[in-house]
């Protein structure tokens, strides 16, 4: 069973428009990341937000954890052929030292 | 600066093949963790050590064993493979520093090791 569900799978789009990704569970997290992913390598951290309420800004990139740090949205502004990629949030219970992945979802930004 | 390496980065085995996959880090970090990816799955959590000489599983253990005897080195072993473990598996590693993963306190991920049992 899959802890955080990321919505939606598969998104393509062309360069200028904007998107948002979101990200939902039913467990509380004390902490949630935003990793971005590139062919043949592994996940990069994009942002941490621990606060619920919490917006951090990233250039065009906004990321938003949810009141009762259960979910979380990144919206990207303006997207440019170079934020093609997976991304993934990721969750912290606070309990151990494990991080939960979401499903993940595939941006294909075309010009 | 090598950060995370792991060997090998592809591999091809027969199903009932054993391999043993090999993630090196130089950054002192005591926490070390395997994941494998599938497509639409994300990541999932085979196994972590939180120092040498400790292990503990993950969300699917099932069909692997790991060892963390050097502090620098986590190795994951597949004793009789299966097709259903065909996969990109991903080392990481992080600091010790708090529970809560925070902006100082992220996980290094490696190039990944593809694997694929016929």
């Known amino acids: 069973t899959q802890l955080l569900e990321q919505s939606p799978q598969f998104l393509s789009i062309q360069e200028g428009e904007n998107l948002t990704v979101y990200c939902n569970s039913s467990s509380v997290f004390s902490s949630l990341q935003w990793y971005r992913q590139e062919p043949g390598e592994g996940p990069v951290l994009l942002v941490t937000v621990v606060t619920g309420g919490e917006v951090k800004k990233l250039k065009r990139l906004t990321f938003q954890f949810g009141d009762a740090r259960k979910d979380s949205s990144l919206h990207i502004t303006a997207a440019q052929p170079g934020d093609t990629g997976l991304y993934l949030c990721?969750?912290?219970?606070?309990?151990?030292?494990?991080?939960?992945f979401g499903t993940g979802t595939r941006l294909q930004v075309t010009l | 600066n090598a950060g995370v390496t792991q060997t090998p980065k592809f591999r091809v085995l027969k199903t009932g093949q054993s391999m043993t996959l090999l993630c090196a880090q130089d950054m002192n970090h005591e926490y070390m963790y395997w994941y494998r990816q599938d497509p639409g799955m994300g990541l999932r959590l085979i196994h972590y050590s939180v120092g040498e000489g400790t292990t503990a599983k993950g969300e699917v253990p099932d069909g692997y064993n790991v060892s963390r005897l050097k502090k620098q080195n986590f190795l994951l072993g597949l004793e009789s493979a299966a097709p259903s473990q065909t996969s990109v598996y991903f080392c990481a590693s992080r600091d010790a520093t708090g529970i809560i993963f925070s902006g100082a306190n992220v996980l290094t991920f490696g190039a990944g090791s593809r694997l694929t049992v016929l």
């Open positions: 990721a969750g912290n219970t606070g309990t151990a030292s494990k991080l939960t």
